[in-house]
């Protein structure tokens, strides 16, 4: 089995002397897993770092066993945010979370396209809000909608945080999320409740129903706001 794509690298570890097993997010053939050789070697591990664009050839004798990879890179993305913790933290965030919920070798699209357009995003001054709503499109197109446009024609007056019940279970959810001006600037107080809204969503739909451990840079991503 042989073929190429585009992806983002999710997750490494190193594997005998001079390799490394990743798993890449690609736009065709979902979240795959391979062997890099070489990928200690200064040349590749200068940009086989976790959020980084890259191409990938794949090549693989037996769908059974794990194939293997040779990479290029197309965008370094990590090094741009290398100086700002929040960004770093949400880059780090996003692929664990990735790496966590993908399953392997199927196609998803539409999250590859919300993930490309993120990353384009990271330099607006609301690349936040895009986060958190990123994640709730995430928790979407995995299998969980949470119809939050049904809460649009309720009057809420001035409340900045709304209380609000989904499937059964009570949030509070920052009045930005279920807003139509995606544009709007949003205050710190109100984009740590919307961290907090979807880590507890992700938690109850996907995390622990599978006794998956919650990603830790997600957590600290919280603690910067």
Known sequence: MNWE?????????????????VNIFTNSFGKVSGIVYGGNSRKIRNYLQISNKIFVFYSSKNQNNIGYFKTELIEA???KYFN????????LSLTSILNLLLPDSQSYKNIYLSLENLIKNFNLENWDSLYINWELNLIKELGFDADLD?????NFGDKEILNLEIDGVKYQVPKFIISDNKNEK???????????????????KFFLPNNLNFPKSRILLENYF
Do not use: C, H
């Open 5 to 21: 794509d585009e992806g983002y690298l999710l997750s490494k570890r190193k594997f005998r002397e001079n390799a490394n097993i």
């Open 150 to 154: 049904k809460f649009k024609k309720q």
């Open 77 to 79: 993305i990590s090094p």
């Open 186 to 204: 949003v205050n710190s107080n109100s984009i740590k409740k919307g961290l907090i809204f979807s880590r507890s969503l992700m938690l109850n």
């Open 84 to 91: 700002n913790k929040k960004k770093t933290s949400a880059l």
